[in-house]
């Protein structure tokens, strides 16, 4: 487990930049190290993980701060949005090196995979929520490879990096294909990776109006707004960029992974 005792205890006493107020450490640590959230907060089931974390806010919202119970809520809900991609994100990224992580959220998936940030030589995560990431700033700032910035990608030089990652993000973004073709436009042989659920294609033009007008108001739920993509649009978007799918991994039924490259690209290698 990333969190050793130790290391808690390093954090405990480190007080530069710490996010965490009283005891709030205490409890993020207990969690994910112990597992020792109450049963009920880490049912399976989305609805009742949605559903219970709508309850912890109320429950907890004396003694926390609002910004801690967003962070735990939300590393609670990534477990069933994107830990079944983890494994097999860490096998595609395993032989890349500069790796741009677009959307980066609370960086469950660093913190989740300290070993893939040894293993390169430079990963950058960026979010455009300053809230989010204060948390795994602070988490992560003994590792010297990554780095956590409050950053837009159009003031990044997308030449450095080899790979860029979009997990649940990209039906955040509005015009994506717009970030996509200026991501090959400067760097035609960077690799895109995509790990979101995907949706039937006639639900999620019903589902799309909730997620964009009533998800951004509903604590909790505002982490998931956005389009609700299907996989035929996702490929438009990939289409419309002028770039092709790689490789795909249909992870189960609604949870996918698309490995895109610029048709323009040098590199003819399946990535
Ligand atoms: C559903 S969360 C996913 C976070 C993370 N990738 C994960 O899997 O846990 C979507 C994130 O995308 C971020 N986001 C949305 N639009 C963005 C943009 N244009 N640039 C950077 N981040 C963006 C949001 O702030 C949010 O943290």
Known sequence: MYFTEKKCLQLMNDQINNPFQNNELHTFIELIKYGQIDEQYINYNIFYKVFNSFCMHNKFSSQFSKDFLNFVNYTILYTTESQLFENYLVNILSNKTSILDVGCGACMFWLNNPILIENSKKITCIDLNQQILK???????QHSKISVDYTDIYDLDIKLY???????VIMQIPE??????????TNPNCTIIFAHNIYNHNLSKIFTPFRIHLFPYLPVLNL?????????????????????ISQFIHVDNTRKIFVATSKKSTIHSIN
Not at 135 to 141: E, M, Q, R, S, V
Not at 162 to 168: G, N, R, S
């Open 162 to 168: 080899d790979t860029v990652l979009f997990i649940e």
């Open 224 to 244: 998931a707004y956005g389009k609700a993509l299907s996989y035929q649009t996702t490929l438009e978007i990939i289409e419309k960029a002028q770039g092709q």
């Open 176 to 185: 994506p294909h717009k970030m996509l073709q200026h991501i090959w436009n």
């Open 135 to 141: 948390y795994p700033k602070y988490l992560l700032n």
